[in-house]
C-alpha cells in the first residue's frame, strides 16, 4: 500500500502539469526569435538612415570641421557657445516661429474646412478629392518656381490681377520687399501643406459612427453643437499627429525658402535651414552648422513627447 500511496503521490504532479506545457513555451519563444527577426531589417534601416547621420552631427557638432581642410579638431561647447551668442541665430529663431505657426495655425482650420466639404455627399467628389490632393502631389520644386513666377512684379499673375482690379498702380516685388518676403513664403507653404490636412482629417471623419450624430440629432442638437461634441473630440488625436508633423516639416523646410528667396532680400527669409546651409556650404564651417540641428533636439523630443502621453491619456480614457 505504500508503494502503490507513494506511486500515486508521485504521479500527482504530472496529472496537474498542463499537456503539450513545454511544447509551448518551445514554440513562444521561437515566436519571439521570429518577432525579433522580422523587426531586424527596420531597426537596420533606421540605424543606417536615422541612427548614423544623427551621431555624426552630434560628433562634427562638437569639433571643428571645415569642409575641404584639415582633420577635424575638438573643440567641445565651443560652437554652441557661440551660436548662442549670435544675434543672427536668434533672429532665425524668431522667424522659423513665425513660419512654422502662422503656417501650420492656417493650414489646420483650412484643412479642416476643405475635409468637411469633401466628406459630404455631392456630383463628382472623387474628382474633386483628386484635385485637392495636387498641390501635395506635385514636384516640390516645381510648384515651388510657379509660385515664383506668380510673384514676380515684372510678369507676376499677381502683380497683373492688383493692377487690373486699380487696387495697386504699380507692379509689387512679393518676393524683394522684406515686409512681403516672409508673408510671401509662409503662403506657399499654407498652399503645399493644406492637403495633407485635408486628406488625413477627412480619413479621421469617416471613422467617426454616423450613430452618434443621428442621436445627436434626435436629440435636437445643432450643427455646431454636433461639431462641438462629436466632430472635434473625434478627430482629437488625428489633429494632434498631423499638426505636430506638420509643424516638423514645416520647421526644417528648406527648399520652399531657397528656391523663392535664398534666405533674402538681405536676412528676411532667413530660417534655421536656411542658416545652416549657408554656414556648412558657404561659410563652410560644418562643424559649427551641425550644432544648430542638434539645438533644436531638445525641442522635438518634447513635441513628441508630449503628443504620445496626449494620445496614451486619451486611449486610456477610451
Excluded: C
Aim: without cysteine; glycine residues 10%.
Amino acid at each position: 500500500m505504500a508503494n502503490t500511496s507513494g506511486s500515486v503521490r508521485s504521479a500527482a504532479p504530472a496529472i496537474g502539469r498542463p499537456v503539450g506545457s513545454k511544447r509551448r513555451a518551445w514554440w513562444t519563444r521561437e515566436e519571439v526569435v521570429l518577432g525579433y527577426l522580422f523587426l531586424l531589417p527596420a531597426v537596420v534601416v533606421l540605424l543606417v538612415m536615422v541612427g548614423y547621420p544623427a551621431v555624426g552631427g552630434i560628433w562634427y557638432s562638437f569639433h571643428n570641421k571645415m569642409i575641404g581642410f584639415a582633420e577635424p579638431k575638438f573643440v567641445g561647447l565651443q560652437h554652441y557657445s557661440t551660436l548662442l551668442q549670435d544675434p543672427a541665430v536668434w533672429k532665425a529663431v524668431g522667424r522659423s516661429a513665425i513660419f512654422t505657426f502662422v503656417s501650420v495655425g492656417f493650414k489646420l482650420p483650412i484643412g479642416l474646412g476643405v475635409a468637411l466639404l469633401l466628406n459630404q455627399a455631392f456630383f463628382g467628389r472623387g474628382l474633386v478629392r483628386g484635385i485637392v490632393l495636387l498641390p501635395w502631389s506635385l514636384p516640390l520644386v516645381v510648384s515651388v518656381l510657379i509660385w515664383g513666377w506668380m510673384y514676380s512684379d515684372l510678369f507676376g499673375v499677381f502683380s497683373y490681377i492688383l493692377m487690373k482690379l486699380n487696387l495697386v498702380r504699380q507692379p509689387i516685388n512679393f518676393l524683394g520687399d522684406p515686409d512681403l518676403a516672409l508673408p510671401s513664403v509662409i503662403a506657399v507653404n499654407i498652399w503645399r501643406g493644406f492637403p495633407f490636412f485635408a486628406i488625413n482629417l477627412l480619413a479621421g471623419l469617416q471613422a467617426i459612427p454616423d450613430d452618434l450624430y443621428e442621436a445627436g440629432r434626435v436629440d435636437g442638437a445643432s450643427r455646431w453643437q454636433l461639431f462641438r461634441h462629436i466632430t472635434l473630440p473625434g478627430l482629437q488625436s488625428v489633429i494632434l499627429i498631423v499638426s505636430l508633423l506638420s509643424t516638423i516639416w514645416t520647421m526644417n523646410d528648406f527648399t520652399t525658402i531657397w528656391v523663392l528667396t535664398h534666405g533674402g532680400p538681405g536676412t528676411a527669409t532667413e530660417v534655421f535651414p536656411v542658416i545652416t546651409y549657408k554656414i556648412a556650404f558657404i561659410g563652410l564651417e560644418l562643424g559649427k552648422a551641425a550644432a544648430i540641428p542638434i539645438m533644436l533636439m531638445p525641442f522635438f523630443t518634447l513635441l513628441i513627447v508630449w503628443l504620445t502621453r496626449t494620445i496614451s491619456a486619451q486611449e486610456a480614457r477610451v
